[in-house]
């Protein structure tokens, strides 16, 4: 268990570096918002003297109104059994970033699947092809300002919905035991 | 003359109902063993009948339609040398080395039918499948030699007469007739010895391009290859056919050990496969066939 | 003038013809129709195939006082037979488009058929000798003829050659070597004069007459311990010159044995011999070599990458299915031997031309780089099907009869594991074969060879007549087993009663006729059955389920190396090149004794050398 | 019959005028030595058909046989005598720039070596034998090259240590018996010589020529003199001379040392020499090392085919000793241009077809493959060995036989690098001189007539084996009827 | 679980007319052992298969149906198509689907199939799957029970044994419509290696709107794979 004040180790980084300011959400839990230039230097830091070194995420957060993405890299530490989730911000427009392919190699895969996803290009990652949506040539789809309904509406049709469907089934001699009439909403 | 062309006609087709017999029984030993219902009474047969009646018969070539008309049509062939009660085919003309190498003829062209579907599953598969038979065939060889030398002769009926006079072989051969049920297994490609028909790793093997009548005829080697199984061993060890109701109930009872057997067992890997044919059935086998010289 | 000197005048003129004529472009048609010409001399004196008296050449020399004499028995005229057909095979396949081909590459057409006409001509020489001196100037000939056949490709093969040529002079001095010690037993080398004596020879004597003669003949078989060269320089013998070699050349170390150890020794004497400290005799001991040599070979087949050199191996795992039959003494097992060398002579040299059509049209005998030819060269796929279904002994064809007979013959005698040995063999060589057919005709059709077309018909001419012959001779074997009792009455073998199907036994006998009969009836049915449903739908070879994955023309998913992985799990750690080994030892021993030997030579002061001599001659003498 | 000496005399006469003529009749001198052999080929072809096949003695200088020099001619001595000058005259040197010395001494050879094949008494034998060693020195240092001198002053402190041995050994008997003369020594030994000081005798005289026949102990010159010497005497030398000398030692050992030691002793050392002759062959990279090693090797077998007690040894070892007379010289005059390493011959048979088949047939000769003459020869030796019950001549048979194998490998690796085809460096393979490629076309027609005539040949041969083996005759006709009592 | 008429498959009873009664009992048998002996391609697609095992063991046992699970589609009758279909494996399904011989049939189980299930609105699934290859037997429910599944299978077997199961003649008739639906999810250059028109000249079932410009538009990019035809010269 990670004992209530922090682990000297991250103090001194968190010194050493500025603009940095970090919170204890859980006991297991830190918190670090770091400007995105320094942000590798952490990892490297967190990964090389404070032992984190399982990156096992990194998300992409769509802030639409602020016209940014929010990208937290998880990185996990065997030793003290805690994790440090470091967030930065990066203006939307042209996203592009550097890959810390290099630090941890997992990155490749969560890099390829940010670029596919939310458009963020990853400088340095070793394959930026598509990954997931082979078939997709559409705009990255998990942006907020990507319509799925919209575009669902347009590109597929549906079933055409027949209304009378019990009565066939009650002409056949089936039946249902709740009618469709009082089906909880 | 008039006897042995009806006897040619009619054993294959006599062959290939018990066969289907005991595919049955197969099936359904499998379900009880699984505590299901198991299919209905003629489902082997409805099966072939719906293989030969699909409307698309996909083939690869000239060479994957021989490949299967070489292996329902070996096992027609194999059929007439085995000798049941009242019918003595072509016995006398090749005794048990020509039989096992008859039975080499169907998985022969099968194994061309497969090659030419140029798919990379039938070829692994057909390659497992050969030294599946690698590794059951010197078990098997050894019973032969053991088998022969006793009865002294290599002509299935004089065994049967043999036997009929002084008593089953299973009695006299204790030993080399375990190690024959042990390859019975093998020769009859039954689950611990069915590596090469693995489902899921390479798409039942060299079935995998099989469809239509294709199928159809390897389910007719399938029977035909669970018959020549058990009236093999019975007219080895058990005495023969001297009447129909034992005989059947005899070659049934032969058929349903290994099937039995089958349904507890996974499958083994290929290496293990020999590693074990080539241990306890060669021991048994040699030891048997020392109690027999001696 | 008798018809054997017509026969051996013939072939000589047909080595004349070839000597002066190799430029010609019609050479190779020229050497086929002698190689004919030949085998009607051959049918003339066919009486000897069914028990008629041998024939004498008129030429009688007598050199140093050892008289010289030739004549053909009904053995001789047995072996004469698949050579000079043969020949004729190898020299039709080689006469057309394939000559017009390899005289592009660089090859000189004209110089093969040569040394194949040099062979038959050496090989009739060493068939027709009458006395022992006959046989072994016939058998340098022949291993110096075979020689040439083999160095003429230049680069790799010169190596192999050297190594054939040196392993044949080791047996050839081995064989001198017994003739001087039959010259001093008997005072002559005549026959007679040694069969006279052979059964008052002491159990010594026995023994070193029959590993000097057997060890000598046995190099040139390729019979195990000596057999490491005999793959290598067949495979690179140019085209039909292996077939020539693959299918003859080596039996005639057989025929050596046959008339050395089984007409003049007679293997009663080997029977008696016990050797100590074990229960097997001297002819069980031969007997275990050669099933020993049926099985290593046949497995080192099994993982060869190159077609000639698995069909190499082949023709050396097969000689020990003659040896068995042969040192079994019994009716059977000897004509199961004598037959087998008919049969693999047919088939192999049928599986070895189809190899080679194949090379001349794809340019590769890689097994790793074919695959799917069956749809562009079928005629050549059945020219192979027929083979090896006829090398893996397996029943519409002829292999399958004379391993029967190999089989029953150790049934009856109760030799139980040598039985399981042999099967062994006959296992690998299905496994082997198919992995051959496999990898060449079946599977994917490869996108340069979408083009190719069948080989021209000078070459499927003689293929298609060899793989008729293999399968004439599985329906009715008594054709082939006839001159077969006639070849074992002139060696002294018992003779065997065989009817046109194959033997009667009580004990359970083979009637081909009937078996082949009521397989090609099974057949029929079959194919009653299957075209009688549904028309079949062909389809590319694209079209094929793979998982759901979408199949391309430019990956290559054919199956084809490591075939037979999970074989090679269990018993890859068991090859272990111990008889490379083993020859690699002799040869680094004797370069060290060599080094020894010139090192004599630079010691500079002559003097003190001199000093030493005397020294050591007034030793000697006080 | 006083004809016979000329056949010695008139070589050394011309050997010692030529330097005169040479200055006075000039270029023509050239010609003076070819001349005389000629005329000296005639003379024994006349003799031989006037004696048709009975031997004669002949006393020179009047002295009854047991003191003075006598000469024993029969068919053995007549027919080494004819063979030295045949092959003399076809390995003359014919090159433009040979000086005339080189000729004078060639005639010193033939008519040294002509003396020693006819005389039938042990001193006489010994002075040939020296002039014949003094004759070799000057032709083997005939190329005046560095190498050529050191290589022949080793030859020369072997030889002169050989010599001095050889004399040893003659004292020796001369102290015994009190005579020299052959034929009086035959009536003589079987009492006197047949005890150790005789086996003494035998091995030093054995010791003492075997430097010339390139015996086992003795012949560490061989190899590099037959490198520096020009390959027209080195061929002479390998062919001829160790011929002659075997010849001495055999005729010794039939008349004088009857006794099996000896015939052991020389088998022991014929045997020693085949097994390291073959063997550094086999290991030897450079064509005329090869071959010097292999006429070591041969020289050693001629020595065991003529170690088999009876006229099978002497007809075994006659047939090995005219074959490798045949056959290695022809093998040295391609050495001519196929010189140097095994390397540098790739493709060398391509340029020059004739000169690789003639290669081919002579190796294949020499291995003993059969029609060819060397197999009967390799035959008889074989089957003379097999039918000793000593295991010693067994132990000799297997050691021919392993050494066969060891020939076959050595000369067809060079036989198949000559038809290698060449890729890049195409070195420039100067063609044989047309004299040379004529001498070796020659031979190969001998060597081929041979194969075919060779049922005449082998009674031809068998008359002289059981001539040579005739002690008694041997005694008759030297020393008249009577078997001089002395 | 809707009814088979609901389904707008417009197979008309083409084919030839039947002369000697002994014709119709052979059809009758043929139908008959097509309705009894099904074989289930074991191609699980969707979260649905779950369910299939259970309808296999011992509870509900398909096999006393006489219906068993296969492997390959070369083996297999019945497609079942369970769960939602990515277009990504609705690639597979297709080429599965052309790969299996005909007479085929496919069942489309859970509601996903149908409509589009719970995941209507998400962009990478196919909403209606009869538009791209023609479904026998819809079986609704987000993973209706094992009942439900053999029920359905029940109903097939019923509409097989009276001869009224022919949609998969319809992907031949109207191949340009699937053809276009396709192109319309994947692209021009969609394409697959079984020459269904070459399929559908060999079964006689090449109506007017087999062909039309989706499947010009195939073959501007797609040669019909010929077989490798044995040839001598």
Known sequence: MMDQELDRTLVSIFNEMEKVDYQQKSPRRLRVDVAPEALPGLLELLKGKASYVHLSAISCVDWIEEEEFELVYHVWSYEVNSLVSAHTRIPREGACYLSVYDLYKPAGFFERDIYEMYGVYFEGSPHMEKFILTEWNGPPPMLKDFDAEAYVQDTFNWQDYQPDWLKDLEEAGGGVEIRPEDVRR | MMTLITELFLMPLVAFVIGLFMVLMMRKIGARLQRRVGPPFFQPLIDIIKFHSKETQISHGLIHDIGIIMAVGGYIAAETLLPVPGMDGIADKGGIIALTYFLMIPSLGLALGVGQCANPNGSIGISRALTAMLAYDIPFVIVIFGVSWHYGTTNLVEMVNYQQANGWGIVEMPILALAGLFTLQGIMGKQPFEIYVAPAEIATGPMVEMGGKYMGGLFIMQAFQFYTAGVLYTTLFLGGGENWPTFLMKIFIVVSIPIMIAYMFPRYRTEDMLRLMWKWPVIAGLIGLALVMH | MTLLDGLILLALISVLVTMLGYRLPVIGWLTSALFAGQLLVLFLMSGLGYGGDTIHSSVALSIFGQPLSWRFDALSWFFALITIGAALASSLFAAGEWGRQYRQNGGNPGLLQFSLALNVLTMLILLASGDLLALFIGWELVSWASFLLMAMAGGAAFSWAMRYITYATGGAMAILAGMGMVYQMTGSLQYADLMAVAGQLSQAQVVILSLLFGSGFAIKMGVLPFHLWQAGAYAETPGPGTAFLGSISSRMGLYGILVVLVQLIGLGRLIEIDISFTWLSLRDLLMWVAAITIILPTFTALRQNDARRLLAWHGVGQGGYMLLGIFSATALGSSGGLMHVFNHATYQAALFLSVYAVVHRTGTADLNKLGGLVTRMPLSFLVMLVGIIGLAGIPPMNGFVSKWLVYRSLLIEGMPLLFVASVIGTLGTILSVYKLIHNMFLGQLRAEHSEIREAPWSMMLPMLVLSLIVFITGFMPGLALDWVAAAQAAVGLPVLQHSLGGVEMEQGGLDMTWLVAVLFAGFGIGALLFYSTGKTRHVNQLDNYAGGHFLTADVRYHYSDHFYAGLMHRIGHWYRESFQWLESVLISLTGFVAQGASGFYRIVQPALLMLVVVVLALWVVR | ?486 | MSDLKQIPVVAKETGKERTNPLANVFDELIRFAQARSMFMLHYCTGCGAIELPPAMTSRFDMERLGIQPMVTPRQADILLITGYVSIKTLKRIILTYEQMPSPKYVIGICSCTVNGGMYWQSYATAKKLNEYLPVDLYIAGCMPRPEAVIEGLRLLMDNIKSGKSEPWKDYYQRYDYYLGNQQHLFGDDWQTPTDIIGEAEHFGLMGPETEGEHTRLLQQHQQPLEPHKMRLK
């Open chain 4, 1 to 486: 019959m006083n004809m016979i000496t000329l056949i010695v005399a008139l070589p050394l006469l011309a050997a010692f005028l030529l330097p005169i003529s040479d200055r006075a009749l000039g270029s023509v001198s050239r010609f003076v030595g070819p001349i005389v052999l000629l005329m000296n080929i005639i003379l024994i072809m006349t003799l031989w058909q006037k004696s048709e096949g009975a031997p004669f003695a002949l006393a020179l200088g009047g002295f009854r046989p047991p003191l003075g020099i006598s000469f024993y001619v029969d068919q053995l001595a007549l027919l080494f005598a004819l063979l030295v000058s045949i092959l003399a005259l076809m390995l003359w040197p014919y090159k433009a720039d040979t000086n005339p010395r080189v000729f004078g001494l060639m005639l010193l050879l033939t008519g040294a070596a002509s003396g020693m094949a006819l005389s039938g008494d042990l001193f006489n034998i010994y002075v040939f034998f020296e002039l014949l060693s003094v004759a070799s020195f000057g032709l083997v240092a005939s190329l005046r090259t560095g190498a050529a001198f050191a290589a022949t002053t080793r030859y020369l402190i072997i030889s002169g240590f050989g010599t001095v041995m050889a004399l040893t050994g003659v004292a020796l008997i001369y102290t015994q018996t009190g005579t020299l003369n052959l034929a009086h020594l035959a009536t003589l030994a079987p009492q006197q010589l047949d005890n150790a000081t005789g086996l003494t005798a035998f091995a030093l005289i054995l010791l003492g020529i075997g430097v010339k026949a390139e015996l086992f102990p003795v012949n560490t010159w061989v190899p590099e003199v037959y490198a520096t010497a020009s390959r027209r005497v080195s061929a002479l030398m390998a062919g001829l001379v160790s011929k002659l000398a075997v010849l001495v030692i055999v005729r010794l050992m039939v008349l004088i040392f009857p006794q099996p030691e000896a015939m052991q002793l020389m088998l022991a050392l014929g045997v020693a020499g085949v097994l390291i002759g073959e063997l550094s062959a086999w290991r030897a990279r450079d064509f005329v090392r090869m071959l010097s090693f292999s006429s070591i090797g041969q020289l050693g077998l001629v020595f065991v085919a003529f170690s088999i007690p009876g006229e099978a040894g002497i007809l075994a070892g006659l047939a090995v000793a005219l074959h490798h007379l045949l056959v290695k010289p022809a093998l040295f005059l391609l050495a001519e241009r196929w010189g140097g390493s095994l390397g540098r011959l790739e493709g060398a048979g391509r340029r020059s077809p004739l000169a690789a088949g003639l290669f081919v047939l002579f190796a294949l000769s020499l291995v003993g493959v059969p029609p060819l003459p060397g197999f009967w020869a390799k035959l008889l030796t074989i089957v003379g060995l097999l039918g000793q019950a000593a295991p010693l001549y067994w132990f000799a048979a297997a050691v021919v036989l392993v050494a066969t194998v060891a020939e076959v490998n050595y000369l067809f690796r060079f036989g198949l690098t000559l038809f290698k085809r060449e890729e890049q460096s195409a070195q420039v393979h100067k063609p044989h001189a047309r004299i040379d490629l004529g001498t070796v076309s020659v031979m190969g027609v001998v060597l081929l007539t041979a194969m075919f005539l060779i049922a005449p040949l082998g009674e031809r041969m068998q008359t002289i084996a059981d001539q040579t083996t005739d002690r008694g005759l041997y005694i008759s006709t030297v020393l008249g009827p009577v078997g001089g009592a002395r």
